[in-house]
Structures are given as structure tokens and as C-alpha cells.
């Protein structure tokens, strides 16, 4: 069965500066997705980034960028330049065959 | 566009009680899905559609059932409800064959039960 491990539950950074969430799953597919979703207080869902997994390159989106690891099964989301709005709760997410499944969470705080 | 809408956003139930969550999308996705978010959790898959008419079961699909009897419906049934079923309950809906599509959630519905 397939499995998103997050192994942080809280996180916490300084405004301007760099963090890192961790993301681990386990598959014995070769073909799959993989996203990483922000939950503020509102509760609504927000893409924040994906990444396929035939493609080696790693994904960015402005300050969001991760580093796949597809042998490590490791999906890590970095953030820079942290803003007090980035403070929310974190999702990774896995794909495959259509089944979506949802890794526990990391809650990021943002000091300012 | 309204994409995802989800009924009732509240709702307090006592334990043994049966209520059905609807979920309806005007966005022509094939894949439906219900979750349920319990604190340190995260979201875990009840069940899910892969087009009208199918369903499948997800990682907690004891105590649930779901029917997909249109494309841009997805009901999410409580027969007899119980206290552990005390959760906030999310709908979400993507495209068939583009698995990088990113998913589109409801507001949630948080459902008490006493």
C-alpha cells in the first residue's frame, strides 16, 4: 500500500529566511505524482507545488522549490525568503492511478 | 465558477444517527474523493470515484459508504454514526488522465457526534 510519511509535525522559521519540510513515501510504482499542499486557518486547500516523477529536474515555483529524490523516495519542499503568510499547515501528497492520498502534516509557524 | 461545494458546512449528529455529506463539482472531473482531517493525521482517504457509476475504498473506509450516481456528484454516507467518526470531512475533485492536475477541494464540513 502506498504511504506519505511526514516526519515533522511542527516546524518553525524566521521571516527572510530558509526551511525545510520533509516528505518520505513508499511505492513500488515507477510512474506516480507528487504535490505539496498548503492548508491556512481558512482550512481551504492550496496548491503550492508538483512534481512528476519521470522528470529528473527538481520543481520550482518562485521561493518554493523541492529536491526529489526518486531513488530515496524523498520529496523535501523548500521555502525562501519565509513571509509571515507562508504560516499554515503543510501537506505532501502522492498520486498514483488516481488514488490521492495525504501525508500527516507539518504545521509551520513564522516568527517575525 | 463554483467548483467544489460541499453540504452541509456544519452539522451535530447523535450517535446512531445516519446523514448523508453531498459533494457536487461543475468542473467535469472524472476522480472524486471524500477525506476525513483528524488533528496529527493529516487527511486520510475514505473512498474515491474514478468516473459515474464506480467507487473504490481508501485507507478508513469502515463506517462509510459512498454512492456516484452522477459525474459531478459524490455522496458521502454515514449509516450509524459514532463519536469517532467526529471529524472535519473534506471533498475533492480532479481530472481524468492528467494525474499532475492538482486537485480541487470543497470548504469542508465539520460534523460533530454525541
Known amino acids: 500500500a502506498q504511504t506519505v510519511t511526514q516526519s515533522q509535525p511542527e516546524m518553525s522559521v524566521q521571516e527572510a529566511e530558509t526551511v525545510t519540510l520533509s516528505c518520505t513515501y513508499d511505492?513500488?510504482?515507477?510512474?506516480?505524482?507528487l504535490f505539496w499542499y498548503k492548508q491556512p486557518p481558512s482550512r481551504q486547500m492550496i496548491l503550492v507545488i508538483r512534481?512528476?516523477?519521470?522528470?529528473?529536474q527538481n520543481a520550482t515555483e518562485n521561493r518554493f522549490s523541492v529536491n526529489f529524490q526518486k531513488a530515496a523516495k524523498s520529496f523535501s519542499l523548500k521555502i525562501s525568503d519565509s513571509q509571515l503568510g507562508d504560516a499554515a499547515m503543510y501537506f505532501c501528497a502522492y498520486n498514483q492511478g488516481g488514488k490521492l492520498i495525504f501525508g500527516q502534516g507539518t504545521e509551520l509557524s513564522v516568527k517575525p | 465558477n463554483a467548483g467544489v461545494t460541499q453540504t452541509p458546512k456544519f452539522r451535530v449528529l447523535k450517535t446512531g444517527q445516519s446523514m448523508t455529506l453531498l459533494c457536487a463539482q461543475d468542473?467535469?472531473?472524472?476522480?472524486m474523493y471524500w477525506y476525513r482531517q483528524d488533528p496529527g493525521m493529516g487527511l486520510r482517504l475514505i473512498h474515491y470515484s474514478v468516473g459515474e457509476g464506480t467507487t473504490a475504498k481508501g485507507e478508513v473506509p469502515d463506517g462509510y459508504n459512498v454512492s456516484r450516481l452522477k459525474k459531478q456528484n459524490f455522496l458521502l454516507g454515514l449509516e450509524s454514526a459514532a463519536p469517532s467518526q467526529t471529524s472535519v470531512y473534506f471533498c475533492?475533485?480532479?481530472?481524468?488522465?492528467?494525474?499532475?492536475?492538482?486537485?480541487?477541494f470543497g470548504q469542508g464540513t465539520r460534523l460533530t457526534v454525541v
Open positions: 512534481q512528476e516523477a519521470y522528470k529528473q
Open positions: 475533492a475533485s480532479t481530472d481524468w488522465g492528467r494525474m499532475n492536475t492538482e486537485a480541487f
Open positions: 468542473m467535469n472531473h472524472e476522480y
Open positions: 511505492t513500488s510504482e515507477s510512474d506516480y505524482y
